[in-house]
């Protein structure tokens, strides 16, 4: 354990450093997320300051969290060395501090809005509901006041609304009963919802597509948004008549699926499949860290990224080799691709707008996870500064992942040996809507890591006339149409490989240059090479699939003992490198600059409230280009990134 103070700033625009009596607090890890007890302590100091303010009347938390102490001083406390063959730096004191996003305390820049908040959620559809105008545009489609529900999704990008505002839009669908799939009744409008003052400010129609000799024709005159007007001329501008919503039940629940149909029964022709371990798990955890197969870890919860892996090191023959001091989700993004208004305010990125970590599911055994489970809780900031606790957040287990080494000698009497994959699985799950989606880190004993995303549950849906077809989406059950989208998934690496000084080499595979076949160089003409360039400055590349090309990070102070080159990882990102399908200059491509690169390249740059971290900025919510604080904007800095402390960032997709 290592000596530490409580010293609680909060921040919402501007830093607030209420006068809080430094309370020593024991931890095991310096970068130990925050404990309810901690969050409510921190709250309350802030709750305490605003006090003193006459001129504030209300004070709502977004978020709270822990101000990461120096990377050299949580290295330094933990015996891990910064560099190639040095020894640890002498222990310093760590201070263990929490930043805290307050809505209403002091304004952000009228361009900045902190995340939605899953009350703010649960208030829209509340305000959805009791609108009278929905109502009476609800009843006009069969559908009673309380069987109306909403997702609330952020605004995503309309300039018609004031920035300083705090809008929703919420995507409206009828509830037939209690536990009704609502994504089977999407309903045909879409309310604008102000956050703060809970009112529904504006009411959408999309158009529709309609067949003509000519092709589908739009029913609007344009994809462009209409002025503000009120519901009827709304309606007009979108040139189609009203949509009632489809009734069948389309159901996931068993049982309601069984009422659904007479004739349904699940499966009942597999037999069971026991995991067991007997002698027990072979990790071992000591609070938030973990031992694993000569790897060591630290294992966090934030609200925003969900899992945060740090200080990860592993123990070759007795020498601990660091290899990443922070891996997380740092950014994600989901564009729609239907351009008619206003589905093409569909681009929510739901880590920075909502945090994954927020929308985390509590984990039961025997469906979330199998086999022998370790778990670890997760607390975050509600609304009123109290914690919201998810008691099982985390999934911690070990599972067989085949066969790891085989070869056989084919000779007669030969032998043959087959070794067993094991790995370390570090899981999430997340529920953002109508969307679910599993987080897997994987650990293997041959020291290699994998990031898996699994997305499952539902899609995003809008109603659909009899017959009706649009060249953005397709029909997925009757009077149900799904627009086509796509997911990015920005990962941050903090790597460490056998110290801070680390550098990124780009790998292209390309045939033999200025060596035609028959040429004395290349007779066959079957002759390729690895081409190898360090990169130097900070940089975004492209992925590119005719070249092979890949990526290593390397320490340039340390050689492999058989090749002579230097020790690295090896990024394999062919399965999961996407292209962007929107255009360069589209909504999306201005808010998340990362998507147009496969690989981001910068320095780290520590501050007083930590590192780089969020490729699209602090703030995204209602953001209509990069902020100045993202990752594009970074790396126009130029500076050099060779041999450096460096930050990696990997964009996949699908």
Same mark, same amino acid.
């Given at each position: 354990?290592?000596?530490?103070?409580?010293?609680?700033?909060?921040?919402?625009?501007?830093?607030?450093?209420?006068?809080?009596?430094?309370?020593?607090? @024991?931890?095991?890890?310096?970068?130990?997320?925050?404990?309810?007890?901690?969050?409510?302590?921190?709250?309350?100091?802030?709750?305490?300051?605003?006090?003193?303010?006459?001129?504030?009347?209300?004070?709502?938390?977004?978020?709270?969290?822990?101000?990461?102490?120096?990377?050299?001083?949580?290295?330094?406390?933990?015996?891990?060395?910064?560099?190639?063959?040095?020894?640890?730096?002498?222990?310093?004191?760590?201070?263990?501090?929490?930043?805290?996003?307050?809505?209403?305390?002091?304004?952000?820049?009228?361009?900045?809005?902190?995340?939605?908040?899953?009350?703010?959620?649960?208030?829209?559809?509340?305000?959805?509901?009791? $609108?009278?105008?929905?109502?009476?545009?609800?009843?006009?489609?069969?559908? @009673?006041?309380?069987?109306?529900?909403?997702?609330?999704? *952020?605004?995503?990008?309309?300039?018609?609304?004031?920035?300083?505002?705090?809008?929703?839009?919420?995507?409206?669908?009828?509830?037939?009963?209690?536990?009704?799939?609502?994504?089977?009744?999407?309903?045909?409008?879409?309310?604008?919802?102000?956050?703060?003052?809970?009112?529904?400010?504006?009411?959408?129609?999309?158009?529709?597509?309609?067949?003509?000799?000519?092709?589908?024709?739009?029913?609007?005159?344009?994809?462009?948004?209409?002025?503000?007007?009120?519901?009827?001329?709304?309606?007009?501008?979108?040139?189609?008549?009203?949509?009632?919503?489809?009734?069948?039940?389309?159901?996931?629940?068993?049982?309601?699926?069984?009422?659904?149909?007479?004739?349904?029964?699940?499966? $009942?022709?597999?037999?069971?499949?026991?995991?067991?371990?007997?002698? +027990?798990?072979?990790?071992?955890?000591?609070?938030?860290?973990?031992?694993?197969?000569?790897?060591?870890?630290?294992?966090?919860?934030?609200?925003?990224?969900?899992?945060?892996?740090?200080?990860?090191?592993?123990?070759?023959?007795?020498?601990?080799?660091?290899?990443?001091?922070?891996?997380?989700?740092?950014?994600?993004?989901?564009?729609?691709?239907?351009?008619?208004?206003?589905?093409?305010?569909?681009?929510?990125?739901?880590?920075?707008?909502?945090?994954?970590?927020?929308?985390?599911?509590?984990?039961?055994?025997?469906?979330?996870?199998?086999?022998?489970?370790?778990?670890?809780?997760?607390?975050?900031?509600?609304?009123?500064?109290?914690? @919201?606790?998810?008691?099982?957040?985390?999934?911690?287990? /070990?599972?067989?992942?085949?066969?790891?080494?085989?070869?056989?000698?084919?000779?007669?009497?030969?032998?043959?040996?087959?070794?067993?994959?094991?790995?370390?699985?570090?899981?999430?799950?997340?529920?953002?809507?109508?969307?679910?989606?599993?987080?897997?880190?994987?650990?293997?004993?041959?020291?290699?890591?994998?990031?898996?995303?699994?997305?499952?549950?539902?899609?995003?849906?809008?109603?659909?006339?009899?017959?009706?077809?649009?060249?953005?989406?397709?029909?997925?059950?009757?009077?149900?149409?799904?627009?086509?989208?796509?997911?990015?998934?920005?990962?941050?690496?903090?790597?460490?490989?056998?110290?801070?000084?680390?550098?990124?080499?780009?790998?292209?595979?390309?045939?033999?240059?200025?060596?035609? *076949?028959?040429?004395?160089?290349?007779?066959?003409?079957?002759?390729?090479?690895?081409?190898?360039?360090?990169?130097?400055?900070?940089?975004?590349?492209?992925?590119?699939?005719?070249?092979?090309?890949?990526?290593?990070?390397?320490?340039?102070?340390?050689?492999?003992?058989?090749?002579?080159?230097?020790?690295?990882?090896?990024? +394999?990102?062919?399965?999961?490198?996407?292209?962007?399908?929107?255009?360069?200059?589209?909504?999306?491509?201005?808010?998340?600059?990362?998507? *147009?690169?496969?690989?981001?390249?910068?320095?780290?740059? /520590?501050?007083?409230?930590?590192?780089?971290?969020?490729?699209?900025?602090?703030?995204?919510?209602?953001?209509?280009?990069?902020? /100045?604080?993202?990752?594009?904007?970074?790396?126009?800095?130029?500076?050099?990134?060779?041999?450096?402390?460096?930050?990696?960032?990997?964009?996949?997709?699908?």
């Amino acid at each position: 354990m290592f000596p530490t103070t409580v010293n609680v700033p909060s921040t919402t625009t501007a830093t607030v450093r209420p006068s809080v009596k430094e309370t020593p607090v @024991a931890f095991k890890h310096p970068l130990d997320p925050l404990t309810p007890d901690e969050i409510t302590a921190a709250s309350l100091a802030i709750r305490h300051y605003v006090a003193e303010k006459p001129d504030v009347r209300a004070i709502k938390f977004i978020t709270l969290y822990l101000l990461p102490p120096p990377k050299k001083a949580v290295l330094a406390n933990l015996g891990i060395p910064t560099s190639a063959g040095a020894k640890p730096e002498a222990a310093a004191l760590i201070v263990r501090r929490a930043e805290s996003d307050v809505d209403t305390f002091e304004k952000l820049p009228e361009a900045q809005h902190a995340q939605i908040s899953p009350e703010e959620l649960v208030a829209t559809e509340e305000v959805v509901r009791k $609108d009278p105008v929905v109502q009476k545009l609800a009843a006009a489609v069969g559908v @009673a006041p309380h069987q109306i529900c909403c997702d609330g999704w *952020t605004i995503g990008y309309d300039e018609r609304f004031p920035q300083q505002r705090r809008v929703q839009q919420a995507l409206v669908y009828a509830r037939f009963s209690e536990h009704d799939n609502i994504y089977a009744h999407p309903l045909d409008f879409i309310p604008v919802v102000d956050t703060n003052t809970k009112q529904v400010i504006h009411i959408d129609f999309p158009p529709t597509y309609k067949k003509t000799p000519n092709g589908l024709t739009l029913s609007a005159s344009s994809t462009a948004p209409p002025a503000l007007s009120d519901a009827e001329k709304a309606l007009a501008y979108s040139g189609r008549q009203r949509i009632h919503p489809p009734l069948a039940g389309q159901n996931f629940l068993p049982d309601l699926m069984a009422e659904d149909n007479k004739n349904f029964k699940l499966r $009942d022709d597999i037999k069971p499949l026991h995991i067991l371990q007997p002698d +027990g798990v072979s990790f071992k955890m000591d609070g938030h860290e973990l031992e694993w197969q000569n790897w060591k870890m630290h294992i966090s919860f934030t609200q925003r990224e969900g899992i945060v892996l740090s200080t990860i090191t592993y123990n070759d023959h007795g020498e601990i080799r660091p290899i990443i001091y922070r891996l997380s989700l740092a950014e994600m993004v989901v564009p729609y691709g239907a351009p008619e208004h206003p589905h093409h305010r569909k681009l929510v990125f739901d880590s920075g707008e909502y945090g994954m970590g927020m929308m985390a599911n509590e984990l039961s055994l025997g469906c979330d996870c199998l086999g022998q489970i370790h778990y670890l809780p997760g607390a975050y900031v509600s609304n009123n500064g109290t914690p @919201a606790v998810i008691k099982n957040v985390i999934c911690i287990h /070990e599972e067989d992942s085949g066969v790891l080494w085989k070869h056989t000698d084919y000779r007669p009497g030969g032998r043959s040996q087959t070794v067993r994959r094991r790995r370390l699985v570090v899981s999430m799950v997340c529920t953002l809507a109508n969307y679910e989606y599993i987080w897997n880190y994987y650990f293997y004993q041959d020291g290699s890591i994998e990031f898996e995303i699994r997305l499952t549950g539902i899609l995003s849906v809008y109603v659909a006339k009899k017959d009706e077809t649009s060249p953005h989406g397709t029909v997925v059950a009757p009077g149900i149409n799904a627009q086509y989208h796509q997911h990015f998934f920005s990962f941050r690496i903090d790597p460490m490989i056998d110290g801070l000084s680390n550098s990124v080499i780009e790998s292209d595979t390309v045939p033999l240059p200025d060596a035609a *076949t028959g040429s004395p160089a290349n007779f066959a003409g079957n002759a390729f090479i690895s081409k190898e360039t360090v990169l130097t400055t900070e940089v975004g590349r492209q992925f590119d699939w005719t070249k092979e090309r890949r990526w290593k990070i390397v320490n340039s102070a340390r050689k492999h003992h058989v090749s002579g080159k230097n020790v690295g990882y090896s990024i +394999g990102m062919k399965g999961g490198a996407t292209p962007m399908m929107a255009r360069p200059d589209s909504w999306v491509a201005k808010r998340a600059a990362f998507v *147009t690169n496969a690989l981001w390249v910068c320095r780290d740059v /520590e501050g007083p409230k930590g590192s780089r971290i969020w490729p699209s900025g602090k703030y995204v919510p209602q953001t209509r280009v990069e902020p /100045e604080d993202s990752l594009g904007k970074w790396v126009e800095g130029k500076q050099n990134i060779e041999d450096e402390d460096i930050l990696i960032f990997l964009t996949v997709g699908m």
